[in-house]
């Protein structure tokens, strides 16, 4: 046969037979949209190519009819690509679409019209092939007057399509290795199409050899690269049809073999038997095809069956495993027991470092350092992606190749083929790496849906075990320190007495001095802030020797298993001089005082059971804190006396007795009064119209004491002051107003040094702050000030404004009270003003103006 008629025969018939085995590979396949829009553009090339090869066999109703169906087939053809690139590269746009609809239109109304072709004809012309007669046939056709303008949309079509096709490189929506490969097919196309203007060479069918050139890159890309869900099904269909081309050749020998038998004999006979044969090869042949049909099922389904079993028993796996080392175990398990993938690696978020880290590796001796930071191009990816992602992919999508170069040789090294995201509720909560396959065999689209699905699974199962973990450790977690609380302590006591057996187990119980005081001078804020500042001293210098806990309130415990009671009192040493260097290096003094006082108790040496040890190291603690606080104590059975003898009331708690302190507060005031002559009697007064204040505030006995004590020690830091500031006839400049201000703080060092005083420096601190912050030492604000000390503020300021001082002549009452009143709601609290002027008014506050006047001369 000449090659002419091979091409003119052999390209449409061949091409043909090609779109429709796929055609019904796409039909048997689960589809989703991408294999439909595919479907579509196949729909169109077995239009193009049947209405080709009917008009080159001259069918009815003619060459020329056929001719028009097969352009109508050429139009179609760029067109659906052009959709199915842009559905694939998820830039599928209307209003372009409209256009290209209608510019379609125009072309098939032309077409239909005899503007494009006018005449169209198959000549047949007799010839001898190997000296058989036969008829070379050959196409003619002329042009009509909108072909080239027809042929120009086809270009601008084709055109739409090279640019999708950039469009979805640029954006990494789909592999550049792909988009390549559509962009070759799609020129080729576009050549073969334009060589029919030339009726020399459009006699041939190069137009369909290259359109069949394009769709095989097509299938190309979507194989290689999973461009589409097909190589499984694909697979299947050609191990089937290997089968059955087998059958079917071993059929045709038996028969002619049968022929070639049975022609030698003679007689009627012959044929009889000739056909008793063939009917019996027929229906020996018949079965065999049936039976080849399940078995190339059974062999697919087998690899099925294993998958839902490996599905199957890792979702009953995972149904009651709450921890995520077990949860990982069964996936690793489940995966290399389907892929046989040699290593997998299971990274997992923690919320800690906010970095992706390798949390399990199916290998128990490699577990390669590799962490990725949320921003990184992998989980950024996955967040955006549902779908598992290969290496190949990695190196083709420009998206990756912002990827580090130090993870991008790690991941080789690693031979990572597959990524697979572990979400859960839209949340990416890991990654499962694998590495290729024992047999080297690469990852099927049917093996990416198996690791899609275990990440899906795997993705709500991490975060079950990850919400059981957080509910664990709030059971037994502090939630302030973020310690172990006092159930754990507990628990951890009862244990450790257990694992350590006669070894030494040694008790750390760590109480901080003064503070209530530091809560009530700072506030609970700063109390807490203070808490959590012991408690990271404590992790830090603990670190794993120990268990670190939250006893209660101020009280820390430290188990330390395996530690002597030399080991342990060295590190109560560090734990305590830590403390004491943190809050003694505040620029602040009034900080200069929160220590911490230790007691130490060893098992089984001093201590024969856990109840003992808390004891016993309680009572050492107690032991420090009696004998001056800020230090360690150790128990020892020489020092044990009864514990309940040790005073565990605050200073200052019982009110009910004249306190023997009580001379040592008359001797401050009177130093303060001798100092400052034009403050003579300031501070009794200021304390009885304090008390009559707090006796309508309905204050119970102790506090109306802790407010006349602070009351009669609020100006005790004035002794600091030089005098010349202190009796400074004129206005004071701003340096010198700066050093007066310095009183409040000196008040409190003075007062700091006498422990049983302590209880009033809260209403000492505060009786300069405002009630709208502008105070101060602190600044503090509205209820934020204790009360004794907005108390002592009201009773401070209206005895300096009726008192004679070197820089001003006291005021009288109903002034003075007035300017007390103006300055409700900013300097002072509202509340106790109103109760403080019906108590000077109606003279339940009584003020002796002689007394009041009175100096020392």
């Known amino acids: 046969m000449p090659l002419s008629q091979f091409l003119f025969w052999g390209v449409p018939i061949i091409a043909l037979v090609s779109y429709c085995l796929l055609m019904l590979f796409l039909v048997l396949s689960t589809k989703d949209r991408y294999i439909k829009t595919f479907m579509l553009v196949l729909g169109a090339l077995i239009l193009w190519t049947a209405s080709a090869l009917f008009m080159r066999m001259d069918l009815s109703p003619g060459s020329l009819f056929w001719n028009r169906i097969m352009v109508t087939g050429m139009f179609f053809v760029p067109f659906l690509i052009h959709v199915f690139v842009s559905v694939l590269g998820g830039r599928l746009r209307k209003l372009p679409l409209f256009v290209a609809g209608i510019a379609l239109t125009a072309a098939l109304a032309a077409n239909f019209s005899g503007m494009v072709v006018e005449e169209a004809a198959i000549i047949s012309t007799p010839i001898f092939i190997h000296q058989q007669p036969a008829l070379y046939r050959e196409l003619t056709y002329e042009l009509g007057p909108l072909a080239i303008p027809v042929y120009i949309l086809f270009f601008l079509t084709i055109f739409s399509v090279l640019l999708q096709a950039r469009k979805a490189s640029q954006a990494g929506t789909a592999p550049v290795g792909s988009i390549r490969l559509v962009v070759t097919g799609t020129i080729i196309m576009f050549v073969g199409v334009v060589l029919n203007l030339v009726p020399m060479l459009g006699r041939y069918p190069l137009d369909i050899l290259a359109t069949f050139i394009n769709a095989l890159l097509l299938v190309v890309a979507i194989y290689k690269y999973r461009m589409l869900e097909l190589r499984f099904m694909i697979t299947r269909g050609l191990a089937f049809f290997a089968v059955i081309a087998a059958l079917i050749t071993v059929y045709l020998q038996g028969l002619l073999w049968v022929d070639r038998r049975f022609t030698l004999f003679s007689g009627n006979h012959s044929t009889l038997i000739t056909l008793m044969l063939i009917m019996l090869i027929a229906a020996t042949f018949q079965p065999l095809i049936i039976l080849s049909r399940k078995v190339v099922s059974l062999i697919f389904q087998k ?244 268990i670190v806990s939250r006893y209660g309130g101020e009280e820390f415990t430290v188990l330390l298993p395996h530690h002597p009671t030399q080991q342990a009192y060295e590190l109560a040493e560090r734990i305590r001089l830590e403390i004491q260097q943190t809050f003694m290096n505040s620029d602040d003094v009034t900080q200069q005082f929160l220590t911490a006082s230790v007691g130490i108790c060893t098992y089984p040496r001093s201590a024969p059971n856990g109840d003992e040890l808390l004891k016993r190291a309680d009572f050492a603690m107690y032991t420090a804190k009696n004998k001056g606080k800020n230090q360690t104590v150790i128990y020892t059975p020489a020092s044990a006396t009864n514990p309940s003898s040790l005073s565990k009331n605050p200073p200052g708690g019982n009110f009910d007795a004249e306190p023997s302190y009580a001379a040592t507060i008359y001797a401050l005031t009177a130093a303060i009064d001798a100092k400052d002559q034009y403050t003579f009697g300031h501070s009794q007064r200021v304390a009885e119209y304090a008390v009559t204040l707090g006796k309508s505030l309905n204050l119970d006995p102790s506090h109306l004491m802790i407010l006349k004590e602070a009351a009669l020690l609020h100006d005790i830091g004035k002794i600091g002051i030089p005098e010349q500031i202190l009796n400074k006839t004129g206005p004071l400049i701003r340096d010198e107003l700066e050093v007066i201000r310095k009183h409040v703080e000196m008040s409190i060092t003075i007062v700091k040094h006498l422990p049983s005083l302590t209880y009033v420096l809260p209403a000492v601190i505060g009786h300069h702050e405002r009630w709208d912050g502008k105070g101060y030492p602190r600044g503090t604000q509205g209820e934020n000030t204790p009360l004794l000390a907005r108390c002592l503020a009201i009773a401070d300021t209206f005895d300096a404004m009726t008192s004679d001082r070197p820089y001003h002549r006291g005021m009288g009452i109903h002034e003075a009270l007035h300017e007390i009143e103006r300055n409700a709601g900013t300097q002072f609290d509202p509340e106790l003003v109103v109760l403080f002027s019906k108590l000077v008014k109606n003279k339940t506050i009584s003020i002796n103006q002689n007394y009041r006047n009175s100096m020392v001369g």
């Not at 009953?316 to 080392?325: F, K, N």
């Not at 990524?419 to 949340?427: F, L």
């Not at 890991?430 to 990440?455: A, C, F, H, V, W």
């Open 303 to 546: 690899a099925d069956y294993s998958r839902r079993q490996a599905l199957k028993n890792f979702s009953l796996t995972i149904s009651g495993v709450l921890s995520l080392e077990k949860i990982c175990e069964s996936l690793t398990d489940a995966v290399q027991s389907v892929l046989r993938t040699r290593k997998i690696f299971v990274m997992t978020y923690s919320e800690h470092s906010q970095t992706y880290d390798v949390f399990h590796s199916s290998s128990h001796i490699y577990h390669p350092e590799l962490t990725l930071e949320t921003n990184h191009p992998l989980p950024v990816w996955f967040r955006k992606n549902e779908t598992s992602l290969t290496s190949q992919a990695m190196k083709s999508l420009p998206y990756f190749k912002s990827m580090w170069d130090q993870e991008k040789r790690l991941l080789d090294q690693l031979d990572i083929e597959v990524i697979v995201p572990v979400k859960s509720r839209n949340e990416l909560t890991g990654m499962i790496l694998l590495s290729s396959k024992e047999d080297n065999r690469p990852y099927q689209p049917d093996d990416l849906d198996l690791l899609t699905y275990l990440g899906t699974s795997t993705g709500v199962a991490f975060d079950n075990a990850r919400l059981y973990a957080a509910a664990q450790a709030e059971a037994h977690t502090d939630s302030l320190t973020k310690l172990y609380n006092h159930r754990f302590f507990c628990r951890s006591l009862t244990e450790q007495i257990e694992q350590v057996g006669s070894g030494d187990l040694s008790l750390l119980l760590i109480d901080l001095d003064y503070f209530k005081l530091y809560n009530d001078l700072y506030g609970h804020f700063d109390g807490d802030r203070a808490l959590q500042q012991i408690a990271a001293i404590l992790t830090q210098l603990v670190g794993t020797r120990g």
